[in-house]
């Protein structure tokens, strides 16, 4: 059974950085594509950025320069760090994967098939 768990999160000053980490269980084989995405109180779950199983990454607009994804394929954790955070960052993030060679770098939510349960980061201004 796959099992996706986030950590890392918490409460930051405007400015400020946190490094988020996402492990993941119950799975082997190739074509292993993740993402990170984070929905706001009252808003849709919007991507964040995204690792292809080549190791390609997209990003959103609105933190290109300022968060990047990687993973440790050895130790099966997908990382986020996030720099020069604002407080319009505020949200639950989420990590997501999905398995196979057709994905191709869009933060759709809906591509996505396993989830974890969320951290919460709040950043203050």
């Known amino acids: 059974q796959v099992q996706l768990l986030e950590s890392g999160g918490g409460s930051v000053q405007a400015g400020g950085s946190l490094r988020l980490s996402c492990a993941t269980f119950?799975?082997?084989?190739?074509?292993?594509?993740m993402g990170w995405f984070r929905q706001a109180p009252g808003k849709e779950r919007e991507g964040v950025a995204g690792?292809?199983?080549?190791?390609?990454?997209s990003y959103a607009d609105s933190v290109k320069g300022r968060f990047t994804i990687s993973q440790d394929n050895a130790k099966n954790i997908l990382y986020l760090q996030m720099n020069s955070l604002k407080p319009e960052d505020t949200a639950v993030y989420y990590c997501?994967?999905?398995?196979?060679?057709?994905?191709?770098?869009?933060?759709?939510?809906?591509?996505?098939?396993?989830w974890g349960q969320g951290t919460q980061v709040t950043v203050s201004s």
């Open positions: 119950g799975y082997t084989g190739s074509y292993a594509n």
């Open positions: 690792i292809r199983y080549d190791g390609t990454t």
């Open positions: 997501a994967l999905r398995f196979d060679s057709k994905w191709f770098g869009t933060l759709n939510q809906r591509d996505f098939k396993y």
